[in-house]
């Protein structure tokens, strides 16, 4: 409850109506109709374990009931919504009405032995069939048994410089913005980057340049939200590579300036780019015919933003740093931003990113169509004043 709120006292007929009401209507029909605040019905809802589905009513049919009865012991719910094509949690809804309880069959070493031997090399396909077990019993062994199908990823365009294109070398400024690397008991030297669909999708054509990379499209339930794609490698030599130029570990120590270094000066544009895309934006405000615009790039509270401040000097920038440490009752995190405030500054760093974009046509297209829009809008204000300039 928010301070300086009042607390609500909910009366019997108020908790009737949310019973009744909310996971047909949802949220907002009964904060209008009960004229009580967002943060007071969830609040109730939570108390009452009270949850809406997305899926609608399924009438399930005397065969479906028949073989759900049959085959959701043995084969669980993954291979029950397969097989009959029904929402998952549909399934498992009908399922608990029935008291079915999945009960995975133990594995036997000769098993284990062959889900060993086969999986990184012929995926969970192949070893379902031959094994004769659902795909979600072999996707939980191949878990636990730390397996991965084996994407091969060419390390060598990543970490040797006379072979570096310019879609690794982007690729190395996305990761070390929006990536994430782990090395955990589920997850051993994993590379992963997730984006937006719509972004992501045109990326895919860059990822693959430099491998086969493991894909994942996941869908959000919230209409409010964007689906998002997965991209992930397992790579063990690429991710020491990456542990050893300072990816692991993003704090004030560790610093991207020893990958800089490696990378040929020609290609560094690329690994920028990459960089932007992932942390940067560009913000524009509009009052009456005045316009504002600086260009952001975010990281936690202690980065290093010495590699940005070296950059900038090269393209005589005046950049600022800005550091906001949060409360302690606060939800959000510190952060820290470099920054761009002149619109000539602005200009001159895309320019300097996004070289032969429109040939190459790696990186996200939003993002420099933004770009034009700016140096269009800044060619259009100042060749009336200043008609021998073009930027």
């Not at 007071?40 to 009438?59: D, H, W």
């Not at 199908?149 to 060598?156: F, I």
């Not at 008991?185 to 990822?207: G, Q």
Request: proline share 3%; with cysteine; aromatic share 12%.
């Amino acid at each position: 409850m928010k301070k300086g709120e009042k607390r609500h006292i909910w009366t019997q007929e108020e908790i009737e109506f949310l019973k009744i009401n909310y996971v047909k209507y949802g949220i907002k029909y009964c904060m209008e109709n009960l004229n009580l605040s967002r943060t007071k019905i969830k609040g109730k809802l939570s108390q009452l374990k009270i949850r809406r589905t997305t899926t609608e009513p399924y009438n399930w049919s005397e065969s479906e009931i028949e073989f759900l009865k049959d085959n959701y012991v043995s084969l669980g719910t993954t291979e029950c919504c397969r097989i009959l094509k029904i929402k998952r949690d549909v399934v498992r809804h009908k399922a608990k009405m029935l008291k079915l309880t999945y009960k995975q069959p133990k594995w036997s070493s000769d098993e284990i032995k062959f889900l060993i031997e086969n999986y990184p090399i012929k995926g969970p396909t192949y070893c379902g069939e031959k094994l004769n077990r659902s795909m979600q019993g072999i996707y939980f062994k191949a878990m636990t048994l730390n397996l991965h199908p084996d994407k091969k990823v060419d390390v060598t365009l990543f970490s040797d410089p006379n072979k570096m294109t310019p879609e690794s070398v982007y690729i190395l400024g996305l990761i070390y913005a929006d990536g994430s690397i782990r090395n955990g008991i589920k997850s051993k030297y994993c590379i992963n980057v997730t984006l937006i669909k719509k972004d992501m999708e045109k990326l895919l054509l860059v990822f693959n340049t430099t491998g086969d990379w493991s894909v994942k499209e996941y869908k959000k339930l919230n209409p409010n939200h964007s689906d998002i794609i997965s991209v992930t490698t397992f790579n063990k030599d690429l991710f020491n590579f990456l542990v050893e130029y300072g990816y692991y570990n993003k704090s004030s120590t560790d610093t991207p300036d020893k990958l800089l270094d490696l990378i040929p000066s020609n290609l560094k544009y690329q690994w920028m780019r990459g960089y932007f895309e992932g942390d940067g934006c560009i913000m524009v405000n509009q009052k009456n015919n005045a316009i504002n615009m600086s260009l952001n790039i975010a990281s936690h509270y202690n980065q290093n933003w010495g590699f940005m401040e070296n950059m900038f000097d090269e393209l005589n920038i005046k950049c600022r740093i800005q550091r906001n440490l949060a409360p302690k009752d606060s939800s959000r995190g510190s952060n820290s931003y470099v920054i761009l405030t002149k619109i000539l500054s602005v200009i001159i760093f895309c320019d300097y990113i996004y070289e032969g974009y429109e040939t190459d046509k790696i990186g996200i297209h939003r993002k420099w169509e933004r770009y034009q829009k700016i140096k269009t809008f800044y060619n259009k204000k100042y060749l009336n004043k200043f008609p021998d300039v073009t930027i």
